[in-house]
């Protein structure tokens, strides 16, 4: 479980987050969303002790983060941040087996080489072992990034946008391995998602954040509603329902926005066309 | 694939062999006796071996700031390091004369740790995308640093003893007894060795590497001691020696990638043998006369460099 009390937090003179107080439950998808702005990544980012505490409090399984020792922390949490494209060259494999690192210091016994092998099973990674992570594509060194981060094998993974840089086929996959690194491992994911319907069909638990408060929290069902997105976003936003879970619409009510260009003639379609 | 480092194992061998043949003086090595005996022992292996250990020390030393600054296009000898041991040697120099070497040289390698902590100050505030302004913050930190020792050199009236460090590197004259520091420098480059795999997980960022549980600080402070020492001994035993502790990483890293615990020994093999082979190219062009092994440097080196900079650029 992770208790955040009291979290305050300002870049400069600005404030990002005020006063946040949350727990979150284990061995649940957890979704963090927000508009821009709203300080999800920034929450995150204290969390992972990314960045230095400045007031409150962030406990993680009964180890608090201010007194912890960032080794010991590395076998409680995994963390994968924004900015996973790198000038390194590594291979694949090599990357992985770094998240081992915290159990061996450089020594990989047996079970080591064990873990970097399931992970890169589970990432689809076999074929690409021997390759360098600057001659694949930038979701497959997403990928490799988070296989990583799997093969920490911690019982928290907190994840920043991982799905930035993947298309819809790769963003599907990579929510579906969560939901099963959730459901069949019992590993507790903290997760920043950008696009909210990949939240609505896989998360658990959702909070939504914005102007660095927490706007509304708990079961998707809850939180995934017309009143709570259009607040949230400051849009208006219809949501269905799809296999019994939400399902935002995005191009309905579209009409309602306004559109800052003036309409085309037909004139000018015409030649466009 | 087990041919490749015995072929490169042998190379370095009959460079080494070369090495120790070839000099000013006539020896017969296979007949050997009391004056190839002496020549051997006081001149030729000494120069043979303090250039194999700057050769190797300058490689690793470059691999270490390239993965701490995290950029391919800088070295020991464009970080403004050197400079900053000259300076700091020059003022231990002034201010206790008298003092014995070994406080010289912590003089000199506290001055580089000093300069070196400048620059990684200085790249951090870089933009990360702007690949190029990294070393060209170096080369003027560098020129910054060293016109200040000139300066100061010349109104001490010190300019010809600070020419030796700042001016082109050379092993002319090393025998015995005036160049054991340098194993100082191979230790170093031996515990850079041993924290391989931080200083490669450093290179994937601050994120990463604090996620795995390491203490970016420690690995910095670490990473700069190891450059720092390194490029003081080298400086202040047989000078500035350009290019080695820029290319060779590169090259390495372009045939076996960043696992720098399976690199690093290949990339100091490399230094040494590159130095070695361009400090005998010194030798024999006029022989008897020499060129000095940082003249070769510049020119081989450069040509490298210019290869390096206009093959595609893999990453970003």
Same mark, same amino acid.
């Given at each position: 479980m992770i208790r955040i009390n009291g979290l305050t937090h300002r870049i400069g003179a600005t404030p990002?987050? *005020?006063d946040i107080d949350l727990t979150l439950p284990r061995g649940k998808l957890i979704a963090l969303i927000g508009p821009n702005g709203a300080g999800k990544s920034t929450l995150l980012r204290l969390v992972a002790r990314l960045e230095p505490l400045q007031a409150g409090r962030i406990e993680i399984d009964g180890l608090d983060l201010a007194t912890t020792g960032t080794e010991r922390l590395a076998l409680a949490m995994a963390v994968m941040g924004q900015?996973? $494209?790198?000038?390194s060259r590594l291979r694949v494999a090599e990357l992985v087996g770094f998240g081992r690192w915290p159990h061996h210091h450089g020594r990989p016994r047996a079970a080591d080489r064990e873990a970097v092998e399931q992970a890169l099973d589970a990432f689809g990674l076999t074929p690409l072992r021997h390759r360098f992570l600057d001659e694949i594509s930038g979701g497959q060194a997403q990928r490799a990034h988070l296989a990583m981060t799997f093969a920490q094998g911690t019982d928290w993974l907190l994840l920043d946008e991982p799905l930035n840089n993947l298309d819809m086929a790769h963003s599907r996959t990579l929510m579906a391995r969560l939901a099963d690194l959730v459901g069949a491992r019992g590993r507790s994911v903290l997760t920043v998602v950008h696009e909210v319907n990949y939240a609505a069909a896989w998360a658990d638990h959702i909070i939504a954040m914005k102007d660095g408060r927490i706007v509304a929290e708990g079961a998707p069902e809850t939180v995934l509603t017309e009143p709570v997105l259009s607040a949230l976003y400051d849009t208006p936003i219809e949501v269905s329902r799809h296999d019994d879970r939400p399902l935002v619409l *995005? *191009? $309905?009510? *579209?009409?309602?926005?306004?559109?800052p260009f003036p309409k085309p003639s037909d004139d000018t379609l015409r030649v466009l066309h | 694939m087990n041919a490749r480092p015995l072929a490169a194992g042998l190379a370095l061998a009959l460079l080494v062999l070369a090495s120790l043949g070839t000099g000013a003086a006539r020896i017969d090595l296979a007949a050997g006796g009391g004056w190839t005996t002496l020549v051997l022992m006081e001149s030729r292996l000494p120069r043979t071996l303090a250039v194999l250990l700057t050769g190797a020390a300058l490689a690793v030393a470059g691999t270490v700031i390239q993965s701490l600054v995290r950029n391919r296009f800088v070295g020991p000898d464009t970080a403004g390091t050197g400079e900053s041991a000259a300076l700091g040697l020059l003022g231990i120099t002034l201010l =206790?004369? =008298? =003092?014995p070497i070994w406080i010289k040289m912590v003089a000199a390698s506290l001055a580089a740790m000093a300069g070196t902590a400048l620059f990684l100050a200085i790249v951090r505030r870089?933009?990360?995308?702007?690949?190029m302004l990294v070393p060209i913050a170096g080369l003027v930190l560098s020129g910054i640093i060293g016109s200040v020792v000139t300066w100061i050199a010349w109104e001490a009236d010190l300019l010809q003893f600070v020419g030796t460090w700042l001016g082109s590197g050379e092993f002319?004259?090393?025998i015995a007894g005036r160049y054991e520091l340098l194993w100082i420098a191979g230790a170093a480059a031996g515990l850079a060795w041993f924290a391989a795999d931080r200083f490669a997980i450093l290179s994937l960022g601050d994120g990463v590497a604090i996620g795995l549980g390491l203490s970016t600080r420690g690995v910095m402070r670490l990473g700069m001691v190891v450059v720092s020492v390194v490029s003081a001994l080298v400086v202040t035993t047989v000078g500035m020696i350009p290019f080695v502790g820029l290319v060779v990483p590169n090259i390495v890293a372009r045939i076996m990638g960043d696992n720098l615990r399976a690199s690093i020994p290949v990339v100091a093999a490399g230094g040494a043998g590159l130095l070695l082979a361009c400090d005998l190219l010194g030798r024999i062009v006029r022989h008897p006369y020499e060129i000095p092994v940082g003249t070769i440097l510049g020119i081989a080196g450069s040509v490298i460099f210019l290869w390096l900079l206009y093959r595609p650029v893999s990453h970003g």
């Open positions: 990002i987050l *005020h900015q996973t $494209h790198v000038a *995005h *191009h $309905h009510w *579209h009409d309602q926005l306004g559109s | =206790a004369p =008298a =003092a870089l933009p990360v995308r702007e690949v002319s004259g090393v």
